[in-house]
């Protein structure tokens, strides 16, 4: 069974407040996904195993511990889940990236598939998929669906904002999926847009609109 975190550090609600604000321009927009991606990745990166080895200091020996195995992917859901990435990053330096395009049709909701380019070895990967918002969970209930049908088997999903909607229709579909939350919202209006929220996330990184 995966887990659900909500964060409630303080750092990411400060970060988050900000993130929300109409008036934050995309300069700071990008800056705060990018340092809120990176904290939300310590807590999600908190359960990865260890080995141990021997180092040896200017004292003597010590047993040093390294992250066992090192496959790890970052795989984001276009276009949002992009502005994740860089924070991702800062921790995981070594992770191969994957993308999954997805986007999401005005009327019916539904997600629609436009890309999917994805490390050769991603069945032996640890995938963290990233998007800022899980709004309906279709678009992150498709990134798992097309995932798992590439073999992988240890996933987690990093948002920002979740609605409880959403929430509730990925842990339905994907009980095995370990859920990093940012901030849980009210609910989503009939738009599906996330209430409060903090409006469009492509459009406010990217500056679309
Ligand atoms: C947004 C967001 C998620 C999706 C969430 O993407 O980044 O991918 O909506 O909504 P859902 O949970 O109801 O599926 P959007 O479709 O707007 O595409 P974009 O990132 O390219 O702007
Ligand atoms: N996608 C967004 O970018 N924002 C929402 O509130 C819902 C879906």
Do not use: W
Request: net charge negative; aromatic share 6%.
């Amino acid at each position: 069974m995966g887990k659900v975190v909500i964060m409630d550090h303080p750092l990411i609600q400060h970060k988050i407040s900000i993130l929300r604000s109409v008036t934050t321009g995309t300069k700071d927009f990008r800056e705060l996904i990018t340092e809120i991606a990176t904290l939300e990745c310590y807590e999600a990166t908190r359960d990865l195993k260890l080995e141990e080895y021997p180092v040896v200091t200017p004292m003597g020996n010590a047993v040093g511990k390294r992250i066992e195995g090192k496959k790890l992917a970052i795989i984001p859901i276009l276009r949002a889940g992009l502005g994740m990435v860089p924070g991702m990053e800062t921790l995981l330096p070594a992770a191969k990236v994957g993308h999954i395009g997805l986007y999401r049709d005005e009327e019916t909701l539904e997600p629609v598939e436009y890309f999917c380019k994805l490390p050769s070895d991603i069945a032996q990967r640890e995938v963290f998929v990233v998007d800022p918002m899980l709004a309906t969970g279709g678009s992150a209930i498709d990134a798992m669906n097309m995932l798992k049908q590439h073999g992988c088997s240890r996933i987690r999903f990093l948002c920002i904002i979740a609605a409880p909607e959403g929430l509730e229709a990925l842990t339905k579909a994907h009980p095995d999926v370990d859920v990093y939350v940012g901030a849980l919202d009210d609910h989503l209006n009939e738009a599906g847009y996330i209430v409060p929220g903090l409006g469009d996330a492509g459009d406010r990184i990217f500056g679309t609109k």
